[in-house]
């Protein structure tokens, strides 16, 4: 199961700035390796990899201090990792062509996600590493994803 944690000092530049960080399985459920599969189409940047918002993007909602990450992901960027868009029937709510993939909740402090860095931080494990260990690992480069394009 994905796990959603709202973090500081995950960006060496601002490490007192919380970051929404997001943790899938790449084994996990079909969302789960969807999102794992998307680092294969990224472009590489300082210790990171970024998902271009013309291929997808993570959306926020904040509810109380239930936090909700929806990822959303255009067919042709699923179709270039071996994905097919028609295995996710949900939708962006901001642009209905992009496949929502992942779906993650967590109970959150609402001031620390008001601090926090706009976009979402990926790591790719196993459901046995806690999420220090992953930190502490140099087995990869996190994921980047923005936020949601405006329309």
Do not use: K
């Amino acid at each position: 199961m994905a796990r959603l944690h709202i973090r500081p000092g995950i960006d060496p530049d601002e490490p007192d700035v919380p970051a929404v960080v997001l943790v899938v399985d790449p084994d996990g459920p079909p969302g789960e390796r969807a999102v794992h599969e998307l680092f294969n189409c990224c472009y590489e940047g300082d210790g990171v990899v970024y998902l271009v918002p013309t291929d997808g993007w993570a959306e926020h909602t904040l509810d109380g201090n239930r936090l909700v990450v929806d990822i959303a992901v255009y067919p042709v960027a699923l179709g270039r990792v071996g994905m097919d868009s028609g295995a996710f029937p949900g939708h962006s709510v901001v642009d209905p062509e992009a496949a929502l993939v992942l779906r993650v909740d967590a109970v959150v402090d609402p001031e620390r996600y008001a601090r926090a860095a706009p976009g979402t931080v990926v790591f790719s494990a196993g459901p046995d590493q806690s999420l220090e260990e992953v930190l502490a690992s140099a087995d990869g480069w996190p994921m980047v994803l923005g936020p949601s394009p405006a329309r």
